[in-house]
């Protein structure tokens, strides 16, 4: 059986199920390397601002090694958090016929993709977009690293339209580019009791006749929260309600502005067995996110699993692949609060309207599923590794 070594730095709950289907389909071997150490089964989130330990299992079902970190700052935000001296070893131990490295900015991922080359293909997996791109030296100096970066990549799995792009400017060729879509359990988000969406609402004191829009997510500048809050003030809607899900450094500003209404409601950071309920309750799901650009947003898989209706700034990554305007949702331009509010209006005048949207929403996210990740990557290693380097 061909064998597959993944490198990434955390369990994350995006990524473990993948990795437990490849084991449980059987058709190819995995083992993932854990390189920030085991300290990183559980982690303060500066984002969240707390210690997050998910509710659902994340190390089950398939094979994993906690790699030794001897970084004197262990963390997946900076380059020197991840160097780990034994895992060029470990992997070679293994014997993997191919390396699939989840990200490249640590100095461990990097030196293990300069080895590793030529000797084994080696894959990648991202989702940066060109967004954000910029103009000046800074740009240029950008650009002849990454292409250089990329020379030791022989395939990279982009996760959308906006990342294959990126792949392409960077270097990579068309053949050197497999999609394989950034995906969400669709099946557990979208079921959900009827009850305790009942309970939520009636909690929140929200009619049923009320229409909720949701913000969930880290309360930070980049997602932009004020900037919906601004526009939310702005409908004079009293049957419209807007929750706010999450924490952050800019959650003590948004309940002090929001205090004055209502119709303006906050729950804490809520776990993964939770937001189903949650997505559920709603009727409109909100990311205005203004930049550094949101790669791609999987809270909206999320609530399109949950069969709602849309709205993101044309600085979330997935804009162009899963949101279409006139159909499940529309997108706004970034920053532009008046925008956000048209279109805020708009969606929320017509209950029917919001509905077929989301019926909408819950047929595009099928197809962006953990199977046809799974296959990507199985169908790589099967039919192409021998010949990919």
């Known amino acids: 059986m061909k064998k597959l070594a993944i490198i990434t730095t955390h369990p994350i709950q995006y990524y473990a199920p993948v990795f437990k289907l490849l ?9 993932v390397f854990y390189t920030w150490g085991e300290q990183a089964a559980q982690k303060h989130d500066p984002g969240f601002n707390k210690t997050i330990q998910w509710d659902i299992p994340l190390l089950e079902g398939y094979d994993y090694k906690w790699v ?7 963390g997946s935000h900076h380059f020197k958090g991840i160097i780990n001296p034994g895992l060029i070893d470990k992997v070679k131990e293994w ?8 990200g490249w900015g640590y100095q461990s991922h990097l030196k293990l993709i300069r080895y590793f080359k030529g000797k084994i293909p080696v894959w990648f997996r991202g989702d940066s977009t060109l967004l954000d791109e910029n103009s000046g030296i800074k740009s240029i100096l950008k650009t002849l690293f990454l292409k250089w970066l990329y020379h030791h990549v022989d395939y990279a799995f982009y996760v959308g339209t906006n990342s ?86 800019l959650e003590n500003e948004l309940k002090q502005r929001g205090s004055v209404s209502n119709n303006i409601h906050f729950m804490d950071f ?44 044309d600085k979330v990554g997935c804009a162009v692949d899963l949101v279409r305007e006139h159909l ?48 990507a990557i199985e169908n790589k290693l099967l039919y192409e590794a021998d010949g990919s380097h």
Request: proline share 4%.
């Open 95 to 102: 014997q993997p016929d191919a390396l699939l490295v989840y």
């Open 164 to 249: 294959k792009a990126y792949f392409k400017k960077y270097g990579l060729k068309e053949n050197q580019l497999g999609f394989a879509p950034h995906a969400i359990d669709n099946d557990r988000f979208s079921v959900a009791g009827h009850k305790e969406i009942l309970l939520l609402r009636q909690k929140l004191s929200i009619k049923d006749s009320d229409n909720l829009v949701l913000f969930a997510g880290k309360m930070e500048e980049k997602k932009a929260p004020m900037q919906l809050l601004q526009a939310f003030f702005s409908l004079h809607k009293p049957d419209v309600h807007l929750l706010f899900v999450g924490n952050g450094h």
């Open 328 to 375: 499940n949702g529309a997108i706004f331009k970034a920053g532009d609060v008046a925008d956000l509010t048209d279109k805020l209006k708009d969606l929320t005048a017509d209950d029917a309207l919001l509905k077929k949207y989301g019926e909408q929403s819950r047929l595009i996210i099928k197809d962006w599923n953990f199977t046809n990740i799974a296959l």
């Open 270 to 313: 809520q776990n993964q067995s939770q937001m189903p309920v949650i997505y559920q309750a709603c009727d409109l799901f909100c990311l205005p996110s203004i930049g550094p650009a949101e790669t791609w947003g999987l809270a909206v898989n999320e609530a399109m699993a949950c069969g709602k209706a849309i709205l993101v700034s």
């Open 68 to 74: 030794e970190n001897t970084s004197a700052q262990p």
């Open 23 to 31: 084991q449980q389909r059987g058709r190819i071997a995995i083992k």
